[in-house]
């Protein structure tokens, strides 16, 4: 109560000097400095989103298929028979490049909560990393931690990580990305909201104890970075994945008796969002006396409570009628619990520590009154055009090949996967190395298919097409596997809002994905927004994530990329030309000139529809989608993971077919050529066979003969050479 607020405080703490002085308008006061920490958790960037609020209202949310779309924990989702599926993405970055291990088993943790919180039992976890380049000095260390720490938490939790992404590149040298991402199955008529309802009820605090781990987290995701700062250590918070698990079943046993009024996690902010959350949803206030909350260290004080983000705890509103028995539930799971305040009619957000009233607030304001910003910005300049030297043919497409399967954005990701239990549930039938996950819905035929994916060198070069692709790539994935798109979550990784340029970047990846989003059907019901992804003034690439899931209707009719000997080979979307910004370029040529390929929509659907009948149709068993690498790459996984070759006829010049990567194209292999061919005209598709499957190399007459052993070494090295140099 006795600290002086001043201005080198209030800017440690996040606030320029025009939102701090509206702060107190607000108030009409100066404020605590509980009040101060309060405010500058609320209005940051990662809890507010007041630079690009704006932007994410132009993002279709809504279709007959969403129950509940962003503004709750998770998105949730009509999949039949009564269930829902309950999916988010959110990032953990800044804390994964102080403390990897840590900071990513907290970002893991976290979207969990987010999950189970709204009342569905988490089936399956995914994750979007990215790395700076390979030899830089902080690159082996990071993918280390962040590996060990997404398995180490999700492998204790017991949740299968069942698919993802991983690349690298220089940008993202002094900030990594960790974008985790769950889903979970409930009951429709068992969804749990965050709005508070009723006067006078308890307002109960539940999980592990409270520390000063994590203190001020929300803030500093919401800041630049430079290389040497340590100080930010102590914002990292610790994750206990044992406690996690014991909380997960104590709420879902709770929410089975009644009790549970509302519910939130303390995730960003801690108890500071999740109270004045519940309270502002609900047009209630909220007391609460510090006094009740149980914490692991001693001293603690009402500014320290209130911004601490430790790990694995909950605030719920309760019906007091069941307080005898909520407690007999958490003395069972081993769970600290207290009854920390109450719901009141005054819309005040009051907290009170030692009999004093450390903060006194309008709640509504808290979240309303936030500063909403419209950032300038400009329109990305167009990269540089194809060079001569960039078609020009390679020496030899057979080393091209194998250059791009065994790079490290092109390589297997083996070394990563086998770190995580991907088959534990038992339910898991497609796990990591296809185009998308696939997860059984308890004993009957319907599954979830599950995938994440961005390209960040198309974002970078044209942000707009770059957004289309991502979300057109995310719902290209699960219709490889055979399953219908339902939805997506986003986290959308990018610099500084305060550059108009980076900003540029955000708004029109917006609009692409919006865009396509729209056309597509396949609308955004949850997702994170991560600004200032950046160290010395070097931003990322821009990378919006795209996490979607699908409904299979018949788990036995599903796709995979493993082919059979005597299937005919087919490519739906015809041969490629564009190579701008390709993995190719990138790879052989050392350039990122051109724009990305360009995605259109409606050939999309089209192309999607018929690949989702005639695998649902049992005409075509094996699909995999043509994406990073081209057709060439894509016909080298296939025969990699089938373990059967096949002989290909490419069209000259055979480098541009090989690896160009012109979008809404898909591999088909099948035994039933006359069925394939009779589906795809009565969809007014021509396609035309371009192979035969069979024998132990891949050939391309002309390009390339490889034994599939030799594929299989190259590929499967480049990550286990690199975590093994000392």
């Known amino acids: 109560m006795s600290v002086e607020i001043t201005p080198d405080l209030v800017r440690a703490h996040g606030l320029t000097p025009e939102e701090y002085e509206r702060f107190c308008e607000l108030i009409g006061r100066t404020p605590t400095l509980t009040e101060l920490g309060i405010v500058s958790a609320m209005w940051n960037e990662h809890c507010s989103y007041k630079s690009s609020r704006i ?120 900030n990594p990305l960790v974008n985790a991402m769950a889903v979970g199955i409930a009951r429709q008529d068992a969804i749990f909201l965050s709005k508070a309802e009723g006067v006078g009820r308890p307002i109960v605090y539940l999980g592990s104890k409270t520390g000063r781990d994590g203190i001020h987290g929300a803030t500093m995701a919401s800041a630049s970075f430079d290389s040497d700062d340590q100080s930010e250590r102590s914002t990292v918070q610790v994750g206990d994945p044992y406690a996690e698990k014991r909380l997960l079943e104590a709420c879902l046993e709770l929410m089975q008796t009644g009790a549970v009024i509302a519910i939130q996690d303390m995730g960003a902010a801690g108890l500071t969002s999740s109270a004045v959350e519940m309270g502002a949803k609900g047009n209630l206030g909220v007391r609460l006396d510090l006094d009740n909350v149980p914490c692991r260290e001693t001293g603690m004080t009402a500014y320290e409570m209130m911004l ?61 009154e936030a500063p909403i910003y419209d950032r300038p910005w400009t329109e990305p300049a167009a990269p540089p055009a194809l ?106 990784n990018f610099g500084a809002a305060t550059v108009p340029e980076i900003m540029g970047q955000f708004v029109r990846a917006i609009h692409g994905i919006g865009e396509a989003a729209r056309d597509l059907e396949f609308p955004v019901v949850s997702g994170n927004v991560s600004l200032y992804n950046q160290t010395d003034g070097q931003s990322i690439l821009p990378t919006p994530a795209i996490g979607g899931v699908g409904r299979l209707a018949d788990v036995t009719r599903r796709a995979t990329l493993a082919w ?46 018929l690949v989702r009948h005639v695998i649902a149709e049992g005409i075509v068993t094996a699909c995999h989608d043509v994406s990073s690498g081209g057709l060439g790459t894509a016909l080298a996984e296939m025969a990699m993971v089938s373990g059967v070759g096949a002989r290909v006829d490419v069209p000259a010049p055979a480098h541009v077919h090989l690896f160009a990567e012109d979008q809404g194209r898909y591999v088909l292999a099948t035994a039933d050529t006359d069925g394939l061919l009779m589906a795809a005209g009565k969809a007014g598709i021509a396609i035309a066979p371009i192979g035969l499957v069979g024998g132990t190399t891949l050939d391309v007459p002309g390009a390339f003969s490889i034994p599939i052993e030799a594929l299989r070494e190259v590929h499967e090295a480049f990550l286990p050479n690199l975590m093994a140099q000392p």
């Open 564 to 609: 059979a000997a005597g299937d005919t080979i087919f490519l739906v979307g015809g041969h490629g030309e564009h190579l701008g910004q390709s993995l190719y370029l990138d790879v052989v040529k050392n350039s990122r000139n051109g724009r990305p390929p360009s995605v259109d929509l409606a050939l999309e659907r089209k192309h999607g529809d």
């Open 387 to 492: 060079t001569d030297d960039d078609l020009a043919p390679p020496v030899d497409l057979g080393d091209t090949l194998m250059a791009l399967i065994g790079s490290p954005n092109g390589c297997s990701r083996r070394w990563v996967w086998e770190q995580y239990d991907h088959v534990i549930s038992g339910n898991v039938v497609g796990g990591p190395g296809g185009d998308a996950a696939v997860v059984r819905i308890g004993d009957g035929p319907v599954a979830l298919a599950m995938t994440v994916d961005v390209s960040p060198r198309y974002c970078r070069a044209d942000p707009f097409e770059g957004g289309k692709q991502a979300v057109a790539e995310a719902w290209r994935n699960l219709t490889a596997v055979g399953a219908t798109p339902l939805a997506l979550t986003d986290n959308l």
């Open 308 to 368: 601490s983000e430790s790990q694995e705890r909950m605030l719920m509103v309760l019906d007091p009628e069941h307080w005898d028995e909520a407690r007999a539930i958490f003395e069972k799971w081993e769970l600290e619990s207290a009854i920390v305040g109450e719901t009141t009619d005054d819309l005040r957000f009051r907290v009170w520590h030692n009999g004093v009233e450390e903060a006194n607030l309008p709640i509504k304001e808290l979240g309303d």
């Open 55 to 174: 932007h994410l209202r132009t993002m279709p949310t809504s279709g007959p298929q969403v129950i509940h779309g962003p503004g709750e924990n998770a998105g949730v989702v009509d999949i039949g028979d009564g269930l829902a599926v309950v999916f988010k993405m959110e990032s953990h970055n800044h804390p994964s490049y102080i403390e990897p291990y840590q900071g990513a088993t907290t970002g893991v943790g976290g979207i969990l909560r987010d999950v189970f919180t709204m009342g569905a039992r988490p089936i399956a976890c995914l994750n979007a990393i990215r790395f700076g380049a390979p030899d830089h000095p902080k690159t082996r260390h990071l993918v280390s931690g962040v590996v060990a720490g997404i398995g180490g938490y999700g492998n204790a939790f017991g949740v299968p990580t069942v698919g993802g992404e991983m690349e690298f590149d220089a940008s993202y040298n002094g």
